[in-house]
């Protein structure tokens, strides 16, 4: 007769008062308690909490900022979902203390704290250099669209605002000689109708007037008749993605080979990345202090007054830009042959670079170092395609938040891969 242990959800037992004893002692979420509470200054925002002497007690901010950062770590980055979290996991009960805070709490804190929680990416930066995490010798630059928090589907056109604009004008004026000879109750009908068309008329004219005064300041001249304006939205921009296009913010990286750090980010309301790479290597190096051994880019990024100026800014540092992709089967992808002529042009000189053996080995690490990383931020750790929140400064800092919970995932990794060598080291020489 078989034994079998029995199960029973209604059975009384004494339970440790401390959430970590239910955790295994090398869980991840241990070693990012430990470095929040001992490696990243938090002064910022301890130093904002509230002392009240009546009223309900507030909580923690650092706690808050424990279970935001490791909610985005774990791919929740809804504050509902980081409430509900809180009352059924087991790792969020261990930051919190088993404390519960709703989810109007998280999302206040969020909002008030965006740039608290923005600081935390350059910190982790720092921590990944201390730990040998970050090697600067190749140094991939690249941008992906990320989803804005607003539908394509809530955009309008510069000429259809102007028609439609015009139509909802000619139709109010028709409704309000129609009012004139109505009955009582179909004059409640055109009142509740004019309502709507006014709110209408009135959105979109302001919509129209700001896109105008958009592209005056950026352009100088007035908008053209595909320019568009998101109402959910109106700083994200309609960008292409893929095979489609939807509306979108570009997010820019710079990536270190090594472990897949990002060292650096921002975010633009450009569709291309042109006018991107200076300033993100600018950052970068202002963030690490070192200049990378060899840039990499893609054709996005390239034009020849940016490779002109990254060489002479950045003497030290080798460049691989493509120009753009060589075709298939063509003799230029051959290596080149005979002495480079005096009167080359940037951009044959650097296809001359990349048709070498060298250059060609260095150029294909390119897509195994960024092309990763944004793959772990969207689908494999973080579960991160969507902004929730609205307006580019916004934005900015919820994408510096992901890139900081992408470095804290791998500097806790490594450090607890390093923990288990260290304790494999151990038995070994204690055997």
Not at 10 to 24: I, K, M
Not at 237 to 256: H, L, T, W
Request: include cysteine.
């Amino acid at each position: 007769m078989s034994r079998v242990v029995a199960s029973n959800v209604h059975q009384l037992c004494l339970v440790p008062s401390d959430p970590g004893c239910w955790l295994p002692a090398d869980h991840q979420v241990k070693c990012f308690n430990e470095i929040i509470e001992q490696e990243i200054d938090t002064s910022e925002i301890a130093g904002s909490r509230i002392r009240e002497t009546h009223g309900r007690p507030s909580y923690d901010p650092l706690m808050l900022l424990k279970i935001v950062v490791y909610g985005y770590m774990v791919g929740l980055t809804s504050s509902r979902k980081i409430a509900q979290a809180c009352v059924e996991r087991l790792d969020f009960r261990y930051l919190t203390g088993g404390l519960t805070p709703s989810f109007s709490t998280i999302t206040k804190f969020r909002a008030e704290k965006a740039d608290a929680l923005a600081n935390v990416f350059p910190q982790t930066v720092s921590l990944a250099l201390d730990d040998d995490l970050v090697e600067m010798r190749d140094v991939a630059f690249d941008g992906t669209k990320m989803l804005a928090n607003a539908s394509k589907h809530k955009a309008m056109s510069y000429e259809r605002m102007c028609t439609t604009v015009q139509s909802l004008h000619e139709e109010m004026e028709t409704l309000k000689k129609e009012r004139r000879t109505a009955s009582v109750q179909r004059k409640k009908e055109i009142e509740e109708e004019l309502e709507f068309k006014r709110s209408r008329f009135a959105r979109i004219q302001e919509a129209r007037f700001a896109l105008e005064d958009q592209r005056l300041e950026e352009t100088g001249e007035p908008p053209k008749e595909k320019d568009q304006r998101n109402f959910t939205d109106p700083e994200s921009r309609i960008m292409k993605k893929g095979a489609s296009f939807e509306q979108c913010y570009n997010a820019q990286a710079a990536v270190d080979k090594g472990s897949q750090i990002i060292l650096a980010a921002f975010v633009t309301q450009a569709g291309n990345d042109k006018q991107q790479l200076e300033p993100l290597v600018q950052k970068t190096v202002d963030q690490v202090g070192v200049l990378p051994g060899r840039g990499l880019a893609d054709a996005g990024y390239f034009s020849e007054a940016v490779t002109e100026n990254l060489k002479a800014k950045y003497k030290t540092t080798e460049w691989l830009i493509s120009p753009g992709r060589l075709k298939s089967g063509s003799a230029s992808e051959g290596p080149p042959r005979g002495r480079i002529p005096n009167d080359i042009s940037t951009a044959d000189l650097m296809r001359r670079k990349l048709r070498t053996k060298a250059g060609k080995t260095a150029y294909a690490q390119r897509k195994a170092i960024v092309e990763p990383a944004f793959g772990q931020i969207k689908e494999a750790n973080l579960e991160f395609r969507r902004f929730s929140f609205r307006g580019l400064t916004k934005v900015q800092g919820e994408w510096l938040l992901v890139c900081a919970a992408h470095n804290l995932l791998k500097i806790v990794r490594h450090r607890k891969a390093r923990a288990r060598s260290s304790i494999a080291g151990l038995q070994q020489l204690a055997a």
